[in-house]
């Protein structure tokens, strides 16, 4: 049987997932309001990345016979200064998240809890992932500096960026 103190931090991760969700749309509207419609669908389909994510981990606290409990997900932080700091601030968001998924596996290794090790597994290969898009980008930001046609050509490209959930 799986602990209380991992239930509830298995609950307070799936919160997190759709926060982060939340933050990203944050992230998207700052772009569209600047009329750089590329990087607001980049936000927007990381944002549809994370509600998937969130509902992983619905689906698993449920599957284990637990319940999932939602809780108010507090407002994302909205004050961005330019394209590049909505990357730098994500980069900074997938830091943590990477941070939370690795205390909860500490917890289930603690415990024992060979299906939640499992699971997470999945969590903390996607983060490798996740952090090395985002330090990707601003690399390239930072590249571009004011270079306007570069700039144009990595907005187009992460235009066309489209969110197909995996496993």
Same mark, same amino acid.
């Given at each position: 049987?799986?602990?209380?103190?991992?239930?509830?931090?298995?609950? $307070?991760?799936?919160?997190?997932?759709?926060?982060?969700?939340?933050?990203?749309?944050?992230?998207?509207?700052?772009?569209?309001?600047?009329?750089?419609? =590329?990087?607001?669908?980049?936000?927007?389909?990381?944002?549809?990345?994370?509600?998937?994510?969130?509902?992983?981990?619905?689906?698993?606290?449920?599957?284990? =016979?637990?319940?999932?409990?939602?809780?108010?997900?507090?407002?994302?932080?909205?004050?961005?200064?330019?394209?590049?700091?909505?990357?730098?601030?994500?980069?900074?968001?997938?830091? $943590?998240?990477?941070?939370?998924?690795?205390?909860?596996?500490?917890?289930?290794?603690?415990?024992?809890?060979?299906?939640?090790?499992?699971?997470?597994?999945?969590?903390?290969?996607?983060?490798?992932?996740?952090?090395?898009?985002?330090?990707?980008?601003?690399?390239?930001?930072?590249?571009?500096?004011?270079?306007?046609?570069?700039?144009?050509?990595?907005?187009?490209?992460?235009?066309?960026?489209?969110?197909?959930? =995996?496993?």
């Amino acid at each position: 049987m799986i602990s209380e103190k991992l239930v509830k931090s298995l609950n $307070e991760q799936m919160n997190y997932e759709f926060y982060s969700a939340q933050a990203y749309l944050a992230a998207a509207a700052y772009c569209s309001h600047g009329g750089v419609d =590329g990087f607001a669908n980049f936000f927007l389909a990381q944002a549809e990345e994370e509600r998937y994510h969130g509902m992983k981990f619905y689906r698993f606290i449920n599957d284990l =016979g637990e319940r999932a409990e939602i809780k108010e997900i507090p407002a994302p932080y909205n004050t961005f200064s330019s394209v590049l700091d909505t990357f730098k601030k994500s980069l900074e968001h997938e830091k $943590e998240v990477t941070k939370r998924i690795y205390n909860l596996a500490d917890i289930a290794l603690d415990e024992r809890e060979h299906a939640t090790m499992t699971f997470l597994n999945w969590f903390i290969e996607e983060q490798v992932e996740e952090e090395a898009t985002f330090d990707t980008i601003i690399q390239k930001l930072e590249r571009i500096e004011n270079d306007s046609n570069a700039f144009y050509m990595l907005e187009s490209e992460l235009g066309k960026r489209t969110f197909t959930p =995996g496993n």
